[in-house]
C-alpha cells in the first residue's frame, strides 16, 4: 500500500496555508485541548516516548532536550523556530512554511506550552520571502482568532510569536550563531558549553527546534505516540546509543532526476529507491554516479561501491540516522539526496562544494577559515588542469583536521566541510588521479572568480 | 537623514524584543530596502534610535555581505542566480555567463542605469526548480535561457 503523507497531507489543497481550512481539517483542537487537559510536564513526555529526534541535521532526541531547560525557572525562556534552511540541496522547510504554516505554528504553540515559554522568535532565511510574508499572515490570523496573545482562550498560558528575517548566511543556521544574530550582532557561533538550554538568546534558557521536527509535535500529539513508532526504524539492538529513526520524513531529491521533488515517506527509505521510484530516476536516460545523502555536510556515496559482503551498494543504503554512516557518511543530516550522473566531473562537483564552505565560513577558526580556503583553492587549481600528484592527500589531510571532532573549531560547518572533501576524494580517487594526470581543464575553468565571505 | 517614517517603522520592532540591540536586522533591511544602501550616516541613526554605539551596528552590518554600505546602491532589482550544488547540475554556471553577458555586468554589479543589480547566491532552496533564482526575495524556477531573457526585459522596462 503506498504511503498516504501526514506533514504533507494537506499541501496541494487549495489555501493550504489559510487558518479557516486548517481549522476545518482539525487544526488547533490539539492545541486547545492540551490547554485544557494536558499539563505541560505531560505534553514533554509524549514528545520524549515518541521517540523523535530533530530534523534539522543533528537527530538530538526532542523531548530529551527539552528537558535539559532548567527546573522551575522563574523565566523567560525562548522558542527559537530555526528557519535558515541553507544547508545546499535542502528545501523541505520551505514546503511546510509555505504551504502549511498552520501545522509548523500548532507545534510551536504546543512546543512552547510544554517548555512554558512565552515568546518564540522565528528565524527565517532571507531567501524565503514568500515563506515569510505566509508566515507572517499566518500569525496575524492567530492574533485576530485569540490563539495568540494574553491569555490563549482563557486559558492563562500567553504566548507571542515573533518573525525574524536573516541576510543570507549560512552560518545563522547553526544554533548559536543563530542566536548572536537574532541578538543583533555577527553570526558567530558561540563556544558550548553552556549549551543553549542552560543560556542561550538574550542569555535565557532556549531551545532551537527546526520547522520540520515542530510539525512532527503537532502530529505527535495529535496521532500520539504509537501513531509515530509504527513508522521509520526502531534502534539496532546491537548499538546501546541508538535512539532510532522513527516517524516520517520529508526527502527532497534534487539534481539530475527527472523529477525533482520533496516527498514525506516512513524514514529508512533506500537512496535508490527514493531516486527510482520517487524522483523519477536519473534523467536523460544516464546513470548515477554518486549521491550526496543529506545535504552538502554529509558528504558522497559511490553508487558503483559494493557494499561488504553483498550485492547491494552504497545507492542501497537506508536514509535512517544511521544508514549514511554505515558507508563513511556523516549521517543523514537533512535528508536532501541529490543525484549526480555519470557524465559529470567529480573535480567540479567537489571544487563547487569547496566553493560553498569557503564561502559560507564565518572566521572566527583558524583551521576552519584557512582550511576551507585552502581547500578551495587546491580544488580550483585541479578544475584549471593545473592539480598536483601530492594535491589529494593534501586535501584529505585537511579534511581530516578541521572540525569540532578532532576538536579544533568551534562548530560543526567545519566538519561539514571536511566530509565531501574525504569521501569524494577516497571514494573516486581513480578519477581525481586521472584529471590531474591528464591536466585537462574543467568545462567550467573559466567562469566564477572566488569572491570573499559570505 | 532617515524620515521621519522610517524612523517610527524601526521603532514599532523594539517593543517585539527584550534588548533593543536585536532590532538591528531589521533595521538595516528596512532602511536597505527603502533607500538601496545604508549609508554611515543610516548607521549612526539606527544606533540613536538604537542606544548603541554606531560601531556595533556597523560591525553586525558588515558580517552579512548582503548589506550595501557608503557608497554603494542596490539596483531597483537584486536579481540572485543561484550558484549551489542542485543548480550546478543543471546549468546554474551558464545560466550565471549569460545573465552577465545580457545585462551586460558581473555578478556583484549593477547595470548603469540602476535597474538591475546581479548577484550570485548559495542554494536558495529552490532546488526542485534547479537553476534556480531569485528576483529580490522571490524565487523564480526552472530558468531558462530564454526565461531568463524574458525576465531581464521585463527588469529593464
Ligand atoms: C553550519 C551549520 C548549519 C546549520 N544549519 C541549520 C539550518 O539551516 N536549519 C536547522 O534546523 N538546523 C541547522 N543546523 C543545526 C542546528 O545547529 C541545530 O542542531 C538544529 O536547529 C536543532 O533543531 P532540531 O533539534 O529540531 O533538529 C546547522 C548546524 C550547523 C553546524
Ligand atoms: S567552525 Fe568555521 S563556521 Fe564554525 S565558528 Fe569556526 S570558523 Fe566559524
Ligand atoms: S542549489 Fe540552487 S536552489 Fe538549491
Known amino acids: 500500500m503506498p504511503y498516504e503523507p501526514i506533514l504533507l497531507a494537506r499541501v496541494a489543497q487549495p489555501d493550504s496555508h489559510r487558518l479557516e481550512g486548517y481549522r476545518a481539517d482539525g487544526g488547533y483542537a490539539t492545541f486547545e485541548r492540551a490547554l485544557k487537559d494536558l499539563k505541560p510536564e505531560q505534553v514533554v513526555a509524549q514528545v520524549k516516548d515518541s521517540g523523535l529526534r530533530g530534523r534539522g541535521g543533528a537527530g538530538f532526541p526532542t523531548g530529551l532536550k527539552w528537558t535539559f531547560l532548567p527546573k522551575d525557572h522563574p523565566g523567560p525562556i525562548y522558542l527559537c523556530v530555526n528557519a535558515d534552511e541553507s544547508e545546499p540541496c535542502t528545501y523541505n522547510n520551505r514546503i511546510l512554511m509555505e504551504k502549511d504554516p498552520h501545522q509548523v505554528l500548532e507545534g510551536i504553540m504546543l512546543a512552547c506550552y510544554a517548555f512554558k515559554s512565552q515568546k518564540a522568535f522565528f528565524y527565517v532565511r532571507y531567501e524565503y520571502g514568500d515563506a515569510f510574508r505566509t508566515l507572517q499572515a499566518a500569525v496575524d490570523e492567530l492574533y485576530a482568532a485569540g490563539l495568540l496573545g494574553q491569555n490563549i482562550l482563557g486559558s492563562g498560558f500567553t504566548l507571542d510569536v515573533v518573525l525574524h528575517r536573516g541576510a543570507g548566511a549560512y552560518i545563522c543556521g547553526e544554533e548559536t550563531g543563530l542566536i548572536e544574530s537574532l541578538e543583533g550582532k555577527r553570526a558567530w557561533p558561540r563556544i558550548k558549553p553552556p549549551f543553549p538550554a542552560i543560556e542561550g538568546a538574550f542569555r535565557k534558557p532556549t531551545i532551537v527546534n527546526n520547522v520540520e521536527t515542530l510539525a512532527c509535535v503537532t502530529q505527535i500529539m495529535k496521532r500520539g505516540i504509537d501513531w509515530f513508532k509504527s513508522l521509520g526504524v526502531p534502534p539496532d539492538p546491537k548499538n546501546p546509543r541508538d535512539a532510532g529513526s522513527y516517524g516520517p520524513k520529508l526527502y527532497t531529491i534534487a539534481g539530475h532526476v527527472n523529477d525533482p521533488k520533496c516527498v514525506e515517506l516512513p524514514m529508512g527509505i533506500t537512496i535508490r529507491e527514493l531516486v527510482e521510484q520517487h524522483g523519477g530516476g536519473v534523467w536523460k536516460g544516464r546513470k548515477a554516479k554518486a549521491v550526496n545523502p543529506g545535504g552538502l555536510s554529509m558528504g558522497y556515496v559511490n553508487v558503483e561501491t559494493k557494499l561488504k559482503d553483498s550485492d547491494l551498494t552504497e545507492y542501497d543504503i537506508p536514509l535512517d540516522f544511521n544508514g549514511p554512516g554505515r558507508v563513511a557518511c556523516l549521517g543523514l543530516g537533512t535528508a536532501a539526496v541529490t543525484v549526480i550522473d555519470d557524465h559529470t566531473s567529480m573535480v567540479d562537483v567537489l571544487h563547487n562544494t569547496c566553493q560553498f564552505f569557503s564561502h559560507e565560513s564565518c572566521g572566527q577558526c583558524t583551521p576552519c577559515r584557512e582550511g576551507t580556503g585552502w581547500m578551495l583553492k587546491i580544488t580550483d587549481r585541479m578544475r584549471r588542469g593545473q592539480g598536483r600528484k601530492e594535491d589529494l592527500d593534501i586535501l584529505v589531510d585537511v579534511a581530516d583536521r578541521i572540525g569540532i571532532m578532532p576538536g579544533t573549531t568551534i562548530c560543526g560547518l567545519a566538519d561539514g566541510a571536511g566530509w565531501p572533501v574525504k569521501t569524494a576524494i577516497r571514494k573516486f580517487r581513480a578519477e581525481f588521479e586521472a584529471a590531474i594526470k591528464s591536466g585537462e581543464k574543467s568545462k567550467y575553468a573559466k567562469t566564477l572568480s572566488v569572491v570573499g565571505a559570505h | ?157
Open chain 2, 1 to 157: 537623514m532617515l524620515s521621519e517614517d522610517l524612523k517610527n517603522r524601526i521603532r514599532a520592532y523594539i517593543p517585539m524584543y527584550p534588548r533593543k540591540q536585536a532590532v538591528t536586522l531589521p533595521a538595516l533591511h528596512l532602511v536597505h530596502d527603502e533607500l538601496r544602501t545604508v549609508s554611515n550616516e543610516a548607521i549612526v541613526e539606527i544606533a540613536e534610535i538604537l542606544d548603541l554605539h554606531p560601531s556595533e551596528v556597523s560591525d553586525a552590518m558588515t558580517f552579512y555581505e548582503f548589506f550595501k554600505g557608503e557608497g554603494e546602491k542596490l539596483g531597483k532589482t537584486r536579481l540572485w542566480v543561484c550558484r549551489g550544488l542542485a543548480c550546478m547540475l543543471r546549468g546554474a554556471y551558464e545560466l550565471i555567463e549569460h545573465c552577465e553577458h545580457k545585462i551586460g555586468v558581473p555578478c556583484g554589479r549593477t547595470t548603469p542605469d540602476g535597474k538591475i543589480t546581479l548577484e550570485f547566491a548559495e542554494c536558495i532552496g529552490a532546488c526542485d526548480g534547479a537553476p534556480a533564482c531569485l528576483r529580490d526575495d522571490k524565487h523564480v524556477m526552472n530558468v531558462t535561457p530564454e526565461k531568463a531573457d524574458e525576465l531581464i526585459a521585463e527588469l529593464r522596462r
